[in-house]
């Protein structure tokens, strides 16, 4: 078949920039409807929250790029929060150290996830829903199953404003770091080429397996490190945080124009993705919608998302 | 043969976008004629089918059915009308059984209780009807073979009163008994009275199977032949547009020392006892039945799949190669049969496909890509075989299937290959890309290339090969130099006679 070009360029720059635009009439719609919206305060405060679920979200990107699907992000957030409080309140290891022990143990996790996937053959989606139950059991173990404060000057300074709210500069650092991986580098190049046709990529002469298992590790050290985040923010670790999750992850995912089945997506569509999500929340918090009718009305905002994704991806096939 | 047309299609049309897939053409068939419809690759065969079968509209034109104006605009209606078009990927549910699958259309009858009893009845029924009762109503479809559940997509299309069959490239996927086979399915539909076009790029099927001949070219009609009056040089020359003096281009590889020798191979039920030797600049054919072992072999040696025992010797140096990264770290390609399954990543670009296996040449030792050399690389390796593309950025589904093949192949002339296994490289091409291929497999031997060639057309296998090795179940059933090289002596060995 001859390659078409296309005719209209507003077209194409529509079809191209479908999640942006999105997003950049959720932020107007916003900012008409409440006074509150376009302040300092919320914005901050939208910054705050938004930390967490959207290096969540980037770590989902990679396992999705591959074909494959982590559930387990949600209680790899608590098991992080609970982990890093244990080690600062009971065993009073600097908070530093603290979080990367953690992150470390969430690694191999992770990992492990990866492995039944690559090695064993499982689905990611079994592998992952036995990790979920998994990494929140064992979160529920080292807190015994209550909330532990830490104290003062150690996590509550990755939220603290003298330093600048540490979390979002990390959080804007992973986002590039991430774009520059998927962008730039080899490895990069093969998540999506697994995620493609794994089989042409393992006759290629490439490790799929060992592919497959570190975008897993990559899922469970940013989850972890979010769930330290909320533990920042509340000066507390708890077993029962990030509970649902991994469905906001893969929703922001999805939104950022990825497919499931692998082989495309994009790191900057799914931030966006993953702050479509939380403008909505905001908008209706801000408005005082009840918060049963906000879950009804935030998956018709998904759907339509979504479908708006569909329409256009069938536009550019056939144009 | 009566007089009167079955199926009219009158100066069809189509255009996607600006670009013109078929432009005024015609095609008539009779009741029980079986009508050869040829074209390379993007000629408009499938597009000219797609729209008989309700799948695309055209923008121009007429169709006829027994001389009445048909409306078709959705495959339903195609169906109602008779018409059933079987492609290469078979329409059925792998995890039903054949009985389902032969009468799906009748399982929504909105009743909602199915009598099953009758059900297999009519399904064995139409199975007998062409002679199948081996084939066991109850079976899952995923369970037979691939000849088999062409059989029951056939039997799908006979229930719902089929007058016009079309099979497209029935034979592509079938062993040579299998094929005899449907050959006979076929005459036999065709003295009931159905009408089939077939669509092949094999040219000996075309002459064996059919009454007359409309040749495509470029979404153009070219012309519309009686079988018996045309040849195969003809033909060829009508297809192409221009004369193909030789089908297989002359070589001048001067073949060199042993590079690859394999003793005593061992690798499952497929592979037995399997030894040959391969030279530098040499083709050498693995010829024999579908399901031999050829492609079980290949893959062994190359480590995708794990080997009993067994001795390989590889530039005097003996070696067991555990998986492909190590055979390609050590100059060894394999091309697989499947390109779309096994070769290609078809959502992605042609250029990440060219430099897949070969990405170490863009990349610096931090791992960060350089997209510019990449490019300009890929634009150099396309462009020195001749692959007619747009951008390399272009998605490669957006290629036909001769210029695929080319990207698949590109991809092992990037891993700058010292012994390359090609497995069945002319699948699913056109003349004009099989000739393209053959050249390309001659300039790798006479850079000193060792080639191996598995291939199950015997015109190509001789054509192109030095030595021929032919396999049967599992082991090497002969070996062959270039002057005892026969269609003959080739199935004697394949079938063991």
Known sequence: MTKLKKGNPIKHFLIEYNTYIIFLVLLIVCTILSPDFFTAMNLRNLALQQSAPVIIAIGMLFVILTGGIDLSVGSLMAFGSSFAAVLIMNYGIHFVPAILIAMCAALLLGMFTGVLVAYAKMQGFVASLAMMTIARGVAFILTQGRPIRVDEGTLDLLVNRNFHFPIIIISVIIVIIFFLIQKFTAYGRIVIAVGSNSTAVQLAGIRVKRYIVSVYAISAILASLGGVYIAARASTGSATIGMGQELDAIAAVVIGGASLAGGRGFVFRTVIGALVLALIGNIMNLMAVPSYPQDVIRGFIIIAAVLLQVLTSKQEQTV | ?497
């Open chain 2, 1 to 497: 043969m009566q007089s009167n047309s079955r199926l009219e299609m009158k100066h069809i049309s189509k255009q996607f976008g600006g670009v013109t897939a078929l432009d005024e053409v015609s095609f008539e068939i009779k009741p029980g004629e079986v009508h050869a419809l040829i074209g390379e690759n993007g000629a408009g065969k499938s597009t000219l089918m797609k729209i008989l079968s309700g799948a695309y509209q055209k923008d121009k034109g007429e169709i006829l059915l027994e001389g009445q104006l048909a409306k078709i605009n959705t495959p339903k209606d195609a169906i109602d009308l008779g018409v059933a078009v079987i492609y290469q990927e078979f329409m059925l549910a792998p995890d039903l059984t054949v009985a389902e699958n032969i009468m799906i259309d009748k399982l929504s009858t909105g009743k909602g209780i199915i009598n099953w009893r009758k059900l297999k009845i009519l399904a064995k029924e139409q199975l007998s009807k062409l002679g199948f009762d081996e084939i066991d109503p109850g079976a899952k479809v995923g369970s037979l073979s691939v000849a088999y559940q062409q059989v029951v997509e056939i039997c799908k299309c006979l229930t719902r009163n089929a007058k016009v069959l079309v099979l497209d490239e029935p034979t592509a996927v079938l062993t040579f008994t299998e094929i005899q086979k449907l050959f006979e399915i076929i005459n036999r539909l065709k003295n009931e009275g159905v009408s089939i076009v077939y669509i092949s790029h094999r040219l000996e099927e075309i002459f064996e199977l059919s009454d007359r001949i409309t040749i495509l070219k470029d979404g153009g009609y070219v012309g519309c032949v009686n079988t018996n009056e045309i040849d195969k040089h003809r033909l060829v020359t009508m297809m192409v547009g221009r004369e193909l003096n030789q089908l297989f281009p002359d070589r001048h590889a001067k073949i060199g020392e042993e590079i690859l020798r394999v003793e005593a191979l061992h690798a499952g039920k497929l592979v037995n006892d399997v030894s040959f030797c391969l030279r530098a600049g040499e083709v050498l054919g693995f010829s024999g039945l579908v399901g031999a072992g050829r492609t079980e072999t290949m893959r062994a040696l190359f480590g995708v799949d794990p080997k009993e025992s067994g001795k390989v010797t590889y530039f005097g140096k003996e070696i067991i190669f555990k998986e492909p990264k190590q055979a390609i770290q050590q100059g060894l390609g394999l091309l697989s049969e499947d390109r779309k399954k096994q070769g290609l990543m078809l959502e992605q670009s042609i250029r990440i496909n060219t430099t897949l296996a070969a990405m170490h040449k863009a990349v610096n030792k931090f791992g960060i890509v350089n997209h510019k050399k990449e490019k300009e690389y890929v634009k150099e390796i396309l462009g020195s075989i001749s692959t007619k593309y747009g951008s390399p950025e272009d998605n490669v589904n957006s290629l036909s299937g001769g210029n695929q093949q080319k990207v698949a192949l590109a991809k092992w002339i990037a891993a700058d290959c010292k012994c390359i296994i090609l497995d069945e490289p002319t699948r699913g091409v056109d003349v004009g890309a099989k000739m393209e291929i053959y050249k390309l497999i001659n300039e790798l031997a006479e850079k000193g290339v060792g080639v191996i060639m598995i291939s199950s057309e015997m015109p190509e296998i001789i054509g192109m090969c030095d030595r021929v090795i032919v396999m049967r179940q599992g082991i090497v059933s002969g070996e062959l130099t270039r002057d005892e090289l026969s269609e003959d002596n080739l199935i004697k060995s394949a079938m063991g006679v």
